[in-house]
């Protein structure tokens, strides 16, 4: 497994690399992640738990690292995470049996 507490060190660093040569990127990504929390309908908490299970769908070792401390930072319990994980789980495997229905559909469409 990774050394989280390393990998998210190094990840800021390359970020602020990029940060360094790219400004405004960095200064549209942070507008954009703001943007959320203008409206207060979901605390903080709920938002960093909707992007645990968004970080697991996307496969995003960064986004893992960063939304967990967070997640952490505001209070999650292991059995909060854990949960938020399984509605990941759940989409991703409903996403394969949507995927499998339109395999199902092509292979009648190619047959010949």
Same mark, same amino acid.
């Not at 929390?37 to 960093?48: G, I, M």
């Not at 986004?63 to 292991?78: F, P, R």
């Given at each position: 497994?990774?050394?989280?507490?390393?990998?998210?060190?190094?990840?800021?660093?390359?970020?602020?690399?990029?940060?360094?040569?790219?400004?405004?990127?960095?200064?549209?990504?942070?507008?954009?992640?703001?943007?959320?929390?203008?409206?207060?309908?979901?605390?903080?908490?709920?938002?960093?738990?909707?992007?645990?299970?968004?970080?697991?769908?996307?496969?995003?070792?960064?986004? @893992?690292? &960063?939304?967990?401390?967070? /997640?952490?930072?505001?209070? !999650?319990?292991?059995?909060?995470? *854990? %949960? =938020?994980?399984?509605?990941? @789980?759940? &989409?991703?495997?409903?996403? /394969?049996?949507?995927?499998? !229905?339109?395999?199902?559909?092509? *292979? %009648? =469409?190619?047959?010949?």
């Amino acid at each position: 497994m990774l050394n989280w507490k390393e990998y998210r060190s190094q990840l800021f660093g390359r970020i602020g690399e990029i940060a360094k040569v790219a400004p405004e990127t960095i200064k549209g990504y942070q507008t954009l992640s703001a943007a959320g929390k203008s409206t207060n309908y979901l605390d903080a908490k709920q938002r960093e738990l909707i992007a645990l299970a968004v970080a697991v769908t996307l496969r995003c070792d960064g986004c @893992i690292v &960063v939304h967990t401390t967070e /997640a952490k930072k505001l209070g !999650a319990t292991k059995e909060e995470i *854990a %949960e =938020a994980l399984g509605v990941a @789980i759940s &989409v991703n495997a409903g996403a /394969a049996l949507v995927y499998s !229905a339109r395999v199902m559909d092509a *292979a %009648e =469409a190619v047959a010949s």
